[in-house]
Structures are given as structure tokens and as C-alpha cells.
């Protein structure tokens, strides 16, 4: 059995209470202790989603929802390729659009994706090294480079300057959120994400983990940082990859010294977790402490951290053969097998160029392979686990719950600091989008793994 949770504060907890109370123009509002439970009084609103029926009723694999302001819903589709399907706000089909391929407006290995209000619809495509932007009717519009190097041409040197490069086309695989003033998007190390050495020449590592703007305006991406989030230090670590690449002109790179500068993460290692608020601002959490951080919009400038009492658990060896079993167990069942770390695994890549005989490219690998070797164990469970926000400046966190490896607890509180109540541990699923009204979506899957989107209603204390 798990030890209890104790609702006190660690001390990382209380350094960071003192250190943010000693800093001008912010204050620092501690909510109690005790859950003030609500009941998840959603009105479903309609569903999509079939087993049988037209093509764009029978979705494959759903990576990402979002909303715009007409209450429209975007389901992005990636099985087998990457399309964009978009409903009214009554649940009618009112498009498709999204094409595999090489060229401008066609998708080749899309990895995140955003819907502005306004309906313009981005998606950051690694193949391109870009993000691409269609206008609400789903025409193209233009592509917005994010780097002007290829992370695996070879032009690049070994060691940081390969990093580097790898940075920047990374940034485009990175999850973004819509600015809801439109014009950008805001990216951060957001999961369990690698770590990009940001090394100067005195080899000092960077201890922050940046939130960025990514302005969309021109024909590069034009990057302000946010927020310098705290990046947990890790021990020093030999280089977790092997393998090799095949370039798209057909030569080798080895793995191990094109990613030199980049490092695994821990299990439970504290994620950066960010939502963007109505004005741009941004809700973060960057440590193992419950300790919400609202950053000004414009400046960044930390104005109030909003904690609770409630400590991290330690990790200890009992603990880490809990979750090895549970994660085996998962795995055995078919399922995700809860934070990616630990383990040994093989990632593949492969462009359109080689798999279908097109053109090369010179912004993506022909082909790449690596190992990660197994990372260790962080000291601590966070208490928070994931973080989003609502059209209406609410925010959503869901707590670590009684499994290490399963939903908890989700806490709605304001960026003000109010504190609304507590969603019980299976009470409700997390949204997988919020949008205008109310609205929020989420995935669900049947028995046979076939998914539906269900769209509800949210009670006005909670949008």
C-alpha cells in the first residue's frame, strides 16, 4: 500500500512561497486544503463518431480537438494520414480538408496542431520544418518556416550545433495553444519532453524551460520567450540514443553525435504544464509543488501563485516497483503504459520521399531509427499532472491521484485565485478542448477502440 499523503508543504514548497512573497507586484493566495466537491452536470450537446458509415463519420486515430469562436469543432484525424474534419456547433459536417504529400499544403509528418478563433487552422509540420496555416474555409495559405537549416542534412557539425539545429525543428513538433488574440501560437517543453542543452561557451547548461510566442506574420516564425519555467536538474547522463539516420541523399549520420546535446527526462520529473488565458497571459506550473503561476501577458512577469496543501510524494524503491509492475501491466493490457520513461524503446521515423518514391527532401530524414535507453527515476511525484485552461480565463488541474499511473482528482480554480471546487476521481475525464459557451469536448473509445467525439455543455461556474 502507498503511503498517505500528507497535506503539508514540502520545502521546495515554502522556498517557493518565501521567494515569490519577496518579489514585488505578486502575491501568493494559498486555497485550503480540503476538497469542496462538484458534480460534473455536463448537458451533452451532440456526438460524432462512428463504427460504420460515410468517411468522415469513422475516424481513425483522433490526436487533437479545439474549437473556434463560432463554436465550430476541428477533429484532427491522423490514421492514416493527416486530415481536418470540421462539424458546426450543431454536430453537422461541414468539411474536410488536408492532403498527404510534399508540397505546400500537403502534409508531410505533422506533429502539432492549433485553431485560431477566427478558424485559421495551423499545423507544424516537421517534414516541411514549418508551420503551415489554411484560412477558415480550409484553403492554403502560406508556410511559415521555423528554421532556416535542416536538422539532418549533415550540414550541421556534430555535437551542439547539431542540437541546435535538431532545436529548431523540434519547435514545430512541439504542442502549441492558440493565442486567443490571434496572430501566434505559444509553445513549451510541455510533457515529457527531450532536453535541448542551451550551452554557451562556458558549457553552462540552461536551467530554464522556455514558454514562447511563435509569431506567424511573416515567413519565419518570429519567437518571443514568455516565461522562463525551472527546469529540474538531472545527473549527468550518458547520451541515451544509438543508431543511426539515412539522409534523404543517402548518407549516414550517426545518432550519437547528432544529438549529443540532448538528454532524457525522468520518470515523474516535474512536466512544464501551460494553458493561455483570454488575454494572452499564461497559467503555469513548473515544479513538483501545487503551485499555479499566472504570468502577465506582454511582460511574462510572474503577478500570483496559487497553491494548495498538498505535498509531492516521494519516490522510493517500493514505489518505483509499483510502477514498473503497473506500467508492465499496460503494456501487457494493450494500453499507453502511463508517463513515457523508463524502458527501452525504438522510435522510427520515415518522410513520404523514400516511403512513396517522391522527390527528395532536404528538411527530413529518408529514414531514422534510435534506441533510448531507460532514464531513472525523478525523487518525487508531482502533485499536478496536467493543466488547461477555458475560453473564459477558468483553469483546470488534475491532481496526481491514488494510482501512480491513472487519472486524479481535477481542481478548477480562476486566475485570480478563486477557488471553485473539485471534480472526484472518475467523475469526469479531463476535455480534450474547451471552447466558446461552455463547449468542451472529449475523446472516447468503445470496446473495439473505435473513437467518438462527444461535445458538452459546461455549467457557467466551471467555462
Known amino acids: 500500500m502507498k503511503p ?11 522556498a517557493l512561497t518565501f521567494v515569490a512573497t519577496t518579489l514585488s507586484a505578486q502575491e501568493v493566495i494559498e486555497l485550503p486544503g480540503r476538497d469542496r466537491q462538484i458534480e460534473p452536470d455536463f448537458e451533452e450537446v451532440y456526438r460524432v463518431g462512428v463504427l460504420d458509415g460515410e468517411s468522415w463519420e469513422m475516424f481513425g486515430d483522433v490526436v487533437e480537438l479545439a474549437f473556434d469562436e463560432r463554436g465550430n469543432l476541428y477533429v484532427f484525424d491522423r490514421a492514416p494520414d493527416l486530415r481536418v474534419l470540421v462539424f458546426d456547433a450543431a454536430g453537422e459536417f461541414v468539411r474536410e480538408f488536408g492532403a498527404a504529400g510534399e508540397g505546400p499544403g500537403e502534409f508531410n509528418m505533422p506533429m502539432s496542431y492549433a485553431v485560431l478563433r477566427d478558424g485559421t487552422t495551423i499545423v507544424g509540420d516537421m517534414g516541411h520544418n514549418a508551420y503551415q496555416i489554411f484560412d ?4 492554403f495559405v502560406r508556410m511559415v ?12 557539425p556534430a555535437g551542439r550545433g547539431s542540437a541546435r539545429t535538431m532545436a529548431r525543428t523540434i519547435s514545430v513538433a512541439t504542442a502549441i495553444l492558440p493565442d486567443p488574440r490571434g496572430g501566434a501560437v505559444y509553445a513549451g517543453s510541455a510533457g515529457a519532453g527531450l532536453r535541448i542543452d542551451a550551452t554557451g561557451a562556458d558549457g553552462e547548461q540552461s536551467a530554464t524551460r522556455p514558454i514562447t510566442r511563435h509569431r506567424l506574420d511573416g515567413e519565419a516564425v518570429r519567437t518571443d520567450t514568455v516565461v522562463h519555467g525551472w527546469f529540474p536538474p538531472r545527473p549527468e547522463q550518458e547520451n541515451p540514443f544509438s543508431g ?27 512536466q512544464l504544464l501551460m ?23 506582454g511582460t511574462g512577469d510572474v503577478v500570483r501563485t496559487i497553491t494548495r496543501p498538498f505535498a509531492p510524494e516521494a519516490v522510493t524503491p517500493r514505489v518505483e516497483e ?3 509492475e503497473l506500467r508492465e501491466a499496460r503494456r501487457q493490457e494493450g494500453g ?17 520521399s523514400s516511403a512513396s518514391g517522391g522527390a527528395p527532401t532536404t528538411s527530413a530524414p529518408a529514414s531514422m531509427s534510435l534506441t533510448l535507453a531507460p532514464p531513472g527515476f525523478y525523487h518525487e511525484i508531482p502533485v499536478l499532472q496536467s493543466l488547461f485552461t477555458t475560453w473564459e480565463g477558468r483553469i483546470w488541474v488534475m491532481r496526481q491521484g491514488e494510482e501512480l499511473i491513472g487519472d486524479g482528482p481535477i481542481d478548477v480554480v480562476t486566475a485570480d485565485g478563486e477557488y471553485v471546487g473539485t ?6 475525464e479531463m476535455p480534450d478542448a474547451f471552447g466558446p459557451n461552455g463547449l468542451a469536448a472529449f475523446i472516447e473509445l468503445d470496446d473495439f477502440d473505435v473513437a467518438s467525439v462527444v461535445v458538452r455543455r459546461l455549467p457557467a461556474e466551471v467555462r
Open 4 to 14: 498517505a499523503r500528507m497535506n503539508a508543504l514540502t520545502p521546495a514548497a515554502l
Open 136 to 139: 477558415e474555409s480550409g484553403e
Open 145 to 156: 518556416r521555423a528554421g532556416a537549416e535542416s536538422a539532418v542534412s549533415g550540414a550541421a
Open 244 to 270: 543511426d539516420v539515412t539522409t534523404s541523399d543517402g548518407r549516414r549520420v550517426n545518432i550519437s553525435n547528432m544529438f549529443s546535446g540532448l538528454s532524457m527526462p525522468s520518470t515523474f520529473e516535474p
Open 275 to 297: 494553458g493561455v488565458l483570454p488575454d494572452g497571459g499564461v497559467a503555469y506550473s513548473d515544479s513538483s509543488a501545487y503551485a499555479l503561476k499566472v504570468a502577465r501577458a
Open 322 to 324: 509499483e510502477y514498473e
Open 336 to 352: 499507453s503504459g502511463g508517463r513515457p520513461a523508463g524502458g527501452v524503446s525504438m522510435v522510427q521515423f520515415r518522410s513520404r
Open 423 to 428: 471534480y472526484r476521481t472518475g467523475d469526469t
